[in-house]
Every structure is written in structure tokens, then in C-alpha cells.
T-cell receptor
């Protein structure tokens, strides 16, 4: 059982470039989310989805887009990368919408130069 | 707005000593409470969770946490720390408030000395 799979593990972008961080889960979880982790700031919620076709903004959504066309996949798009988006990105999913714990991928380390 | 505070950025304990990591939350009602652990280069793993009922909850790896409503706290404890416990620990709160979100504290990094 793969759980939550994120690709790529590492990425370097130049300012202004675009890219998509992939996230897939094979647990049939309805809830999926994206976080960024920066030193001293913990994890901050970027976007989340409560089911296919439904997404909403978290704490720090600016500069990021998401879509949820299937239950399994929840890609995160950076349309025009900025150095402030240098971070480690985590995708997480959970079974239900209330008290289920989050299952995390292993992260994508993104550097924007 | 809900928030989670972990007052200690890092803590160093000796192997075999007891451990307590502090967590305070701000929320209008009792939220769902979690502790996660992150080893270097890895994602977060759930240690334990509190939803309701007994205020002392047991988790994996010998950890426990106590919910104190009067203090809005959910501190994590372990009676005897092992070197393999060195990691970063995150307290988190969740509540469905018209948009389900889990909010994390800034984390506490635990160092274990021999």
C-alpha cells in the first residue's frame, strides 16, 4: 500500500517558471491538502479539497493553484515561481472530514533561484 | 482565529530522562487535537489524537498526552526518552468550521544526548 505519493522529491526552478507538484493517494480518502513547511513556522495550509471537484483556500494560497478531478490526485501548480516559494511541500490526505488524522507524503523540496 | 502555540523551539534531554513538550491552542470550542512526529527527510507521522472522553490519551512509541480544557493545553509526555526519539514534534488542531482545516504549531525539535 503506497499511501500518499509525492513527485518529484527535489526541484530547482528559476524565477518566473511554472511547475506542478504531483500528489496521489491510494487509500480512497476524500480529504486532501497541501502544506508548506518553513523553518520556525511549522506547516501552513495552502489549499485543500473535501472531494473531487471541490477545493478551497487555506492560510497561504497566493501564488498556487489546485484542482481535484479525481479522488486520487491533487496536484499543486505554481504558475510563476518566486524565491519566496522556496520551501518543502507536503501533501496529506485523510479518510473523513472531521476527526481523522492526516497521512503525509514524504515531501517535495523546492528551490526557486 | 484558531491557533496553536508550541513555546519551545527546541529541547534537549538526556537519554532515559522524562520528556514533556508543551502545546497551547486557541479555539472557541474543544477542537480535535493531534501530535505528529517528523524524522529528518520524512513526512509527519501521527503519534496520538484526542477527540473526547478520557483526557489522558496513549499513543505510539510510549508517548501520552493530557488534554486540559481549563488551560487550553495538550502537552505531550514520555517517561523515558530513547535516542531514536530525536525528531521534530508538531501539535495540531482541527475543526470543521465550514471548511475543514488542520492547523499546526511551529514545532519543537527534540535533541537527545547520551
Amino acid at each position: 500500500n503506497a499511501g500518499v505519493t509525492q513527485t518529484p522529491k527535489f526541484q530547482v526552478l528559476k524565477t518566473g517558471q511554472s511547475m506542478t507538484l504531483q500528489c496521489a493517494q491510494d487509500m480512497n480518502h476524500e480529504y486532501m491538502s497541501w502544506y508548506r513547511q518553513d523553518p520556525g513556522m511549522g506547516l501552513r495550509l495552502i489549499h485543500y479539497s473535501v472531494g473531487a471537484g471541490i477545493t478551497d483556500q487555506g492560510e497561504v494560497p497566493n501564488g498556487y493553484n489546485v484542482s481535484r478531478s479525481t479522488t486520487e490526485d491533487f496536484p499543486l501548480r505554481l504558475l510563476s515561481a518566486a524565491p519566496s516559494q522556496t520551501s518543502v511541500y507536503f501533501c496529506a490526505s485523510s479518510y473523513s472530514l472531521d476527526n481523522s488524522p492526516l497521512h503525509f507524503g514524504n515531501g517535495t523540496r523546492l528551490t526557486v533561484t | 482565529a484558531q491557533s496553536v502555540t508550541q513555546p519551545d523551539i527546541h529541547i534537549t534531554v538526556s537519554e532515559g530522562a522524562s520528556l514533556e513538550l508543551r502545546c497551547n491552542y486557541s479555539y472557541g470550542a474543544t477542537p480535535y487535537l493531534f501530535w505528529y512526529v517528523q524524522s529528518p527527510g520524512q513526512g509527519l507521522q501521527l503519534l496520538l489524537k484526542y477527540f473526547s472522553g478520557d483526557t489522558l490519551v496513549q499513543g505510539i512509541k510510549g508517548f501520552e498526552a493530557e488534554f486540559k480544557r481549563s488551560q487550553s493545553s495538550f502537552n505531550l509526555r514520555k517517561p523515558s526518552v530513547h535516542w531514536s526519539d530525536a525528531a521534530e514534534y508538531f501539535c495540531a488542531v482541527a475543526r470543521n468550521t465550514g471548511g475543514f482545516k488542520t492547523i499546526f504549531g511551529a514545532g519543537t525539535r527534540l535533541f537527545v544526548k547520551a
